[in-house]
T-cell receptor
């Protein structure tokens, strides 16, 4: 069975500082991995995804993530945090042998201090 | 030109009532999903339909019944609402089980 673990339910950074949100996955097949962002009282918006090919994936709003098979990780980074980045971030893996459902991590709330 | 829309956005109702949440997508996708987000923000799949056919039915009480009248719509009907049904319900759609696009959510509060 596939699973996703996000380390740290809450991360706080200063504006302009590096953002690092951690995600580890478990999958018996090559995973398709996603990061979604949820702003308060809104739906989920796709930040980026990894399917195959280049392991460094660039997304919207300056975010990027690197797929590391040896570490079973897909950490999300952004060089310089902005106040508008404050939100809930979800890492997910798609389970193709279970009808294509997304399996989500627990979520990480990012706070950005001025 | 909203891609995935849900109605209503907020739903407040009494225990024991029956309610429906509607979802529509205009992306031409063939697969639609319902997810539940609990009070701790944990997201879990409930149902999935592909071309109007049910393909995922997680361990959900049979008080919950999805209905897909066509590929662009997936509605969720809930009978005999309970306090524990209070949550945010998200509809999503995808093409060939690829990237899923989510609606804005429906916050259900059962009193």
């Amino acid at each position: 069975a596939q699973s996703v673990t996000q380390l740290g339910s809450h991360v706080s950074v200063s504006e302009g500082a590096l953002v690092l949100l951690r995600c580890n996955y478990s999958s018996s097949v090559p995973p398709y991995l996603f990061w979604y962002v949820q702003y308060p009282n809104q739906g989920l918006q796709l930040l980026l995804k990894y399917t195959t090919g280049a392991t460094l994936v660039k997304g919207i709003n300056g975010f990027e993530a690197e797929f590391k098979k040896s570490e079973t990780s897909f950490h999300l980074t952004k060089p310089s945090a902005h106040m508008s980045d404050a939100a809930e971030y979800f890492c997910a893996v798609i389970s193709y042998n279970q009808g294509g459902k997304l399996i989500f991590g627990q979520g990480t709330e990012l706070s950005v201090k001025p | 030109d909203t891609a995935v829309s849900q109605t209503p956005k907020y739903l407040v109702t009494q225990m024991g009532n029956d309610k429906s949440i509607k979802c529509e997508q205009n992306l031409g996708h063939d697969t639609m999903y319902w997810y539940k987000q609990d009070s701790k923000k944990f997201l879990k799949i409930m149902f999935s339909y592909n071309n109007k056919e049910l393909i995922i039915n997680e361990t959900v009480p049979n008080r919950f019944s999805p209905k897909s009248p066509d590929k662009a719509h997936l509605n969720l009907h809930i009978n005999s609402l309970e306090l524990g049904d209070s949550a945010v319900y998200f509809c999503a759609s995808s093409h060939n089980a690829d990237t899923q696009y989510f609606g804005p959510g429906t916050r259900l509060t059962v009193l």
